[in-house]
């Protein structure tokens, strides 16, 4: 319930110099009374320093209390932070102190839920800040930063506020005009807007490819027959060593896998059982794995030694030929577009990263502060982009329907409204603030 006063730590669990604790709500100043044995002078944002005591009058720790008066904090609520040290003792004692005086743990994602429901954001600017927390890449961090900033809901206000106008105007003008059908310039001029509208929507789903590879990442699997070096290729690419190599054929019985991060995209590699019949058991298990990482990822490095190890069902758009063990033998002209590479000594390796990256990173998958990051989000878009669609059917008729294209209109703005979340239900809200901490 908004009525009441939360409290949880806002900071990773476990050891560190600083932990914080924050309590929202109209109970943040009146429990430090209890918890520090006397009364605070608070200013806002101003800090004191006080010993904070447990239920039985014990000092539990010297902390900074920091005071952020309503509206002007992340929840617009009345907010409290106690940095205190970090030891997760410590926080425990003081969140159990401060929720036995009166507050109660938050839920997941509750503090941003209620800077969402008092004003401080919108729904896109809320699911930004768990992905700002996720982010694996500076380039991913960026994105969700400039969302939270509010790039992404001024141009979804833009779209909005276009198609409103349209949607008036022709009202407008159909309810005052003595004629039977409406201008064909107002015709016209609402045909192109609506189509323009349409065009950026589907710029905004276009991007979600690339909001998932920024935030998501790659599954980029190293696959082949045994003793083509394949873990000594992982372990090049990382520039340490993760994989156990051996010149022994099948050392890999199971995949390894790692991550790096590759013009911006967070990339798990994994290194697979090499491909051939299985003499037992457990080299079975590790080979079906593989078949199973290839499966489902999103690039495959094919490594090779020779001709015959090529996998002659490669498709070429997921897949990177590399020929590796340069240093013992050149790669035949006639094998075509592979990367050549010595794993063991590192030759070639940095070129293998920039066919990888671009293989990844296309022309149209750039990172963008207008990128969509959910599949609610482009879903929502989706649904705008459709309904502005079936508007310009019946908009584009010697005799207009307009009462069925002011509903589309209307549609396609209540798509981007429920997006927004200016008209949402809880059980959207509940699912999109599920995934985040508890301290956030």
């Known amino acids: 319930m908004m009525s009441d006063t939360i409290v949880a730590p806002a900071t990773p669990p476990g050891y560190g110099g600083i932990s914080i604790v924050r309590i929202s709500g109209n109970l943040s100043t009146a429990l430090t009374k209890q918890i520090c044995k006397r009364e605070l002078s608070f200013s806002n944002r101003r800090p004191a320093l006080s010993s904070v005591y447990n239920s039985a009058g014990k000092i539990i720790d010297n902390a900074v209390f920091t005071f952020f008066k309503k509206?002007?904090?992340?929840?617009?609520?009345?907010?409290?932070?106690?940095?205190?040290?970090?030891?997760?003792?410590?926080?425990?004692?003081?969140?159990?102190?401060?929720?036995?005086?009166?507050?109660?743990?938050?839920?997941?994602g509750e503090f941003t839920k209620r800077a969402f429901l008092n004003g401080k954001m919108d729904l896109v600017q809320a699911e930004s800040v768990s992905k700002l927390i996720g982010s694996r890449s500076v380039e991913a961090a960026n994105i969700n930063s400039k969302i939270l900033s509010g790039s992404l809901s001024k141009k979804l206000n833009?779209?909005?506020?276009?198609?409103?106008?349209?949607?008036?105007?022709?009202?407008?003008?159909?309810?005052?005009?003595?004629?039977?059908?409406?201008?064909?310039n107002l015709i016209t001029k609402s045909y192109n807007i609506i189509n323009n509208n349409m065009l950026s929507c589907k710029n905004?789903?276009?991007s979600y490819a690339s909001g998932l590879l920024f935030n998501r990442g790659a599954r980029v699997v190293i696959y082949g027959n045994p003793n083509v070096g394949k873990s000594t290729l992982l372990n090049a690419l990382?520039?340490?060593?993760?994989?156990?190599?051996?010149?022994?054929?099948?050392?890999t019985r199971d995949t390894v896998d790692a991550n790096i991060v590759l013009g911006g995209v967070?990339?798990?590699?994994?290194?697979?059982?090499?491909i051939r019949n299985a003499s037992s058991g457990v080299e079975f298990a590790g080979i079906k794995r593989s078949y199973d990482e290839i499966k489902n990822a999103d690039l495959l490095i094919n490594v090779v030694t020779g001709e015959n190890d090529v996998d002659k069902n490669a498709q070429t758009r997921k897949t990177v030929i590399v020929f590796n063990k340069t240093d013992l033998v050149a790669p035949p002209e006639r094998l075509g577009d592979v990367v050549p590479v010595s794993a063991l000594l590192g030759d070639g390796v940095s070129h293998l990263k920039s066919v990888i990256k671009n293989k990844l990173i296309s022309k149209n998958s750039q990172a963008s502060d207008t990128t969509l990051t959910t599949m609610r989000q482009k879903t929502a878009i989706i649904s705008c982009k459709n309904s502005l669609g079936e508007s310009l059917k019946y908009l584009n008729k010697d005799a207009p329907e307009l009462e069925i294209v002011a509903y589309e209109l209307r549609d396609s703005i209540n798509h981007i409204d429920t997006l927004m979340g200016k008209t949402?239900?809880?059980?959207?809200?509940?699912?999109?603030?599920?995934?985040?901490c508890v301290g956030k």
Do not use: M, W
Request: hydrophobic letters at 40%; charged letters at 20%.
């Open 266 to 274: 967070p990339v798990t590699l994994i290194d697979t059982a090499g």
């Open 424 to 436: 949402t239900v809880d059980d959207i809200l509940n699912k999109v603030f599920s995934g985040f």
């Open 71 to 108: 509206p002007h904090s992340y929840t617009g609520e009345d907010v409290l932070e106690i940095s205190c040290h970090g030891n997760p003792i410590v926080v425990d004692q003081i969140v159990s102190t401060v929720c036995g005086f009166g507050a109660r743990l938050a839920a997941p």
């Open 204 to 206: 905004l789903i276009d």
């Open 238 to 251: 990382l520039e340490k060593d993760r994989a156990i190599t051996s010149e022994t054929p099948g050392t």
């Open 158 to 184: 833009t779209i909005r506020e276009s198609i409103v106008g349209v949607l008036a105007e022709l009202e407008f003008e159909f309810d005052i005009s003595e004629n039977e059908s409406l201008a064909p």
